[in-house]
């Protein structure tokens, strides 16, 4: 029999130390939170001191309701399963403590882009425009009721339950969303990359300006092959040569002073914190931007190379293929463009506050 000492929001603390109960597992437990006696799934994770912390299960947005996650299946007939017929956003909801509610950084703008996906793969059936879409959104952030920083997937797919069909006009689609507690995405404040070996894909392959599923692999191969070298992150080529971007962030090189970035013909994703970044130069650091394509060698005789994204962040590069970029260390145009974002994605900039939109924690958190 589990006791229960401490209720707080969603948080329940376990007393007994049960052998037979491990991180991951799932378990139900009864709410002593509003209302009395309804019956939660919790995860279970270690926390400090040997007890173990269970927590309610997040709320996924599945089927047009809000269940938890992990009631949230699809059949292993499922054609984005086999194909990687789906595309996803990946999108941050920033925790404000003095205001107690969180931002979500620049939604309208990830689903315009997922938008464009949805036509790319004729997903016809799928009808939300980014306004319902980020409305769904905030209220998922809001039920799931966690007070801190949040990473939010939409994913779209072909939900069908066929193989053998590679006809996209006759699979029907779906829509989900699922939000999970996040922190730090890089292992490193400062990072050491290399240039993969995997080539970049090009346009009239799979489109690299929609997140399509299909095309991670081409990320996920450069990503495991450089850490398992040994390096933080990987800079992928394009198949003329030119830098295109890292595994999951784009690239921006400082020289002279002015701030360069690969344009989208050199096969890369147009980034929101790309778009973010570029405005922030000009409007707030007074930089000339350029959006041009990039040699390999230029990185390394740069001032200042830095990764961006939304799980990214801004981050510095040090190294490239084991050469310095400048001293090593974070650059002057980089820090300062990191610090304006994080102040910028909280809500705590008035002049960019239209681009982040509030959900507050709802307090009784229930599956509808
Ligand atoms: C391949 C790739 N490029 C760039 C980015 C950065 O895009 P954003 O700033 O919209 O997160 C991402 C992040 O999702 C990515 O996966």
């Known amino acids: 029999m589990l006791k ?129 879409m980020t409305k769904l959104t905030v209220e998922l952030v809001e039920r799931n009721n966690y007070r801190g920083d949040m990473y939010i997937r939409p994913i779209a797919f072909k939900s069908a339950q066929k193989v053998a069909n590679l006809k996209l006009h006759e699979l029907e689609d779906d829509f989900a969303i699922i939000a999970q507690p996040f922190g730090a995405y890089l292992d490193a404040s400062v990072l050491r990359c290399v240039i993969s070996s995997w080539q970049r894909i090009d346009e009239n392959m799979i489109p690299p300006r929609v997140k399509l599923s299909a095309l991670y692999v081409n990320s996920i191969l450069a990503k495991t092959d450089a850490v398992l070298a040994g390096y933080d992150e990987a800079i992928l080529l394009n198949s003329k040569g030119f830098v295109s971007e890292g595994s999951g962030e784009n690239l921006f090189m400082v020289k002279n002073n002015e701030l360069i970035t690969p344009p989208l013909s050199d096969g890369i994703l147009p980034g929101v914190t790309r778009s973010t970044v570029m405005q922030l130069a000009r409007e707030e650091l007074h930089m000339a931007v350029a959006e041009r394509s990039v040699g390999r060698t230029e990185l390394y005789l740069a001032d200042e190379v830095f990764l961006s994204g939304t799980a990214a962040h801004p981050t510095a590069v040090g190294e490239l293929d084991n050469r310095k970029i400048a001293d090593g260390k974070i650059g002057p145009v980089t820090k300062r463009l990191q610090d304006l974002y994080f102040q910028v994605i909280r809500g705590k900039v008035a002049k960019y506050r239209q681009w982040c939109v509030a959900a507050v924690p709802s307090g009784a958190v229930r599956a509808k």
């Open 4 to 132: 229960i000492c401490k209720v707080s929001e969603v948080r329940i603390r376990l007393l007994t130390k049960q052998p037979a109960l491990a991180h991951g597992d799932a378990i139900m437990v009864r709410s002593l939170i509003e209302p009395e006696n309804v019956t939660l799934p919790v995860f279970l994770r270690p926390s400090s001191g040997g007890s173990i912390m269970a927590e309610q299960t997040p709320l996924a947005y599945f089927g047009g309701k809000f269940i938890p996650v992990t009631d949230a299946k699809v059949g292993i007939m499922t054609h984005a399963l086999h194909y990687g017929t789906a595309l996803f956003e990946g999108i941050r909801a920033n925790w404000n403590e003095e205001e107690g509610k969180s931002f979500i950084f620049r939604p309208i703008e990830h689903y315009q882009r997922m938008a464009d996906g949805i036509k790319v793969l004729r997903m016809s059936s799928l009808r939300l425009t980014p306004e319902e």
